[in-house]
């Protein structure tokens, strides 16, 4: 029987793999090409235990890692396992994995209870079994007042979150996401990244794709960034944006009296160029963003000025695969 989800720490009552020194998920000198393209090169990583967030844009590779993973593909070159089995000549790892595709049609006439006690009996639990595995899933993911809902009328947020019930019915030690906040209102997004980040804290090993920064940064700092099937980085995120810090970053402040603000930031050390879309609009060019970003409330609020809005419109994927590849496309 599947342990509480809803309590932190929980230990999976599971057969151990043949190898339990090995990495959950490790790839080595791993490639998928279609004739001359090529949708991964060359990787090789190894995962195990907490959230790990797959960052890259559309096309860079991070369904082809995923669909590797799950068996849909055999790699051109090198050798994928999983728990330190090799799932072409073993499939048995399978059982211990929950997939949840970036596209995937469900049985809209189906209750979610339906769904997911299904994919339960298919995991070979008895009726009564899988109707309640699939109501503690439904309740860990935030739907047990919906379980005898028909699919049909749920929300995109409400359908992913299924979709993850469905993942984790057989209570695996691997949970692979792809793209699961896509389409999702900002309060399934929140109930979603709550439930990857329980999940982390039990110490399931969970992958989840985005092309998105500020939602893997809201989940997880270990990260894999893909660029054209090319893995350029792997490891914490907060040490990948101290070196970011070190190159040009754009601030805006959007408030009453842009040329006013403008004054009083300019003596800022840490400013080297300043301009003004509008008169309500400014525009600060630093070379030591998290300095500046640490200071400016201070700066404005000691200084009375009137800023309805911060952000930084380069802090973003496209800003950080430009920096670790040398602004090559």
Known sequence: MMPDLSQQGASP????PSNPQ????????VSKTYGRIHALSNITLGLSGGVTGILGMNGAGKSTLFKLLMGKLRPSSGEVKLFGVNPWKNPAP???????????KMHDWMTALD?????????????DEAKEEALRV????????????EIGRFSKGMRQRTK??????????????????QGCDPLARTTIMNVIRELGKMGRTVLVSSHILSEIERITEQIIILHHGKLVALGNLHAIRERLDQIPHTIRLVGTDARALAKDILTHPAVYGLSFPNENELLIQTYH???????LPGLIVNNGHDVSEIDNPDDDLE???????????
């Open 13 to 16: 009552q599971i057969a151990p």
């Open 289 to 295: 963003f998290g300095e500046l970003h640490a200071e």
């Open 319 to 329: 800003s950080l695969l430009n920096y670790l590849t040398g602004g090559s496309s």
């Open 115 to 127: 769904f997911v006690s299904t994919f339960a009996r298919l995991h070979g639990m008895t009726r």
């Open 138 to 149: 439904l309740d860990f993911v935030g739907l047990a007042e919906v379980a005898n809902k």
């Open 22 to 29: 090995a990495p959950v998920v490790y790839f080595q000198g």
């Open 164 to 181: 993850i019930a469905h993942a984790l019915v057989n209570d695996p030690d691997l949970i692979i996401l792809d793209e699961p906040l």
């Open 94 to 104: 399978y059982a211990r994995v929950g997939f949840v595709p970036e596209h995937e």
